[in-house]
């Protein structure tokens, strides 16, 4: 199993950004993926998730109606389009999957400065 997102960086408040998480390794498509981010001093905390196909997705408190995950099955990939970046989105964001144990990539670093 292996998960290794990409499309961090540095953006201005109210800015955007599109993470992109890309899974090998296992059938990607039977299984929900999630969004996480770390932000330094503080707890991993649960951004978003999609359901297999799609069709559900939920969001924190947080980041809800700024951020989108989608996934395309076709390309095992899973998104997430962040706008509206605030200083405090500033993190590190991990994909994670659950199969028999939970599996997570290297994580990609987001920072929101001006």
């Known amino acids: 199993v292996q998960l290794v997102e990409s499309g961090g960086g540095l953006v201005q408040p109210g800015g955007s950004l599109r993470l992109s998480c890309a899974a090998s390794?296992?059938?990607?498509?039977?299984?929900?993926v999630r969004w996480y981010r770390q932000a330094p001093g503080k707890e991993r905390e649960r951004v978003a998730y999609?359901?297999?196909?799609?069709?559900?997705?939920s969001y924190a408190d947080s980041v809800k109606g700024r951020f989108s995950i989608s996934r395309d099955n076709a390309k095992n990939t899973v998104y997430l389009q962040m706008n509206s970046l605030k200083p405090e989105d500033t993190a590190v964001y991990y994909c994670?999957?659950?199969?028999?144990?939970?599996?997570w990539g290297q994580g990609t670093e987001v920072t929101v400065s001006s």
């Open positions: 999609i359901s297999t196909t799609g069709i559900y997705t």
């Open positions: 994670q999957v659950r199969i028999r144990g939970d599996y």
């Open positions: 390794g296992f059938s990607f498509s039977s299984y929900d």
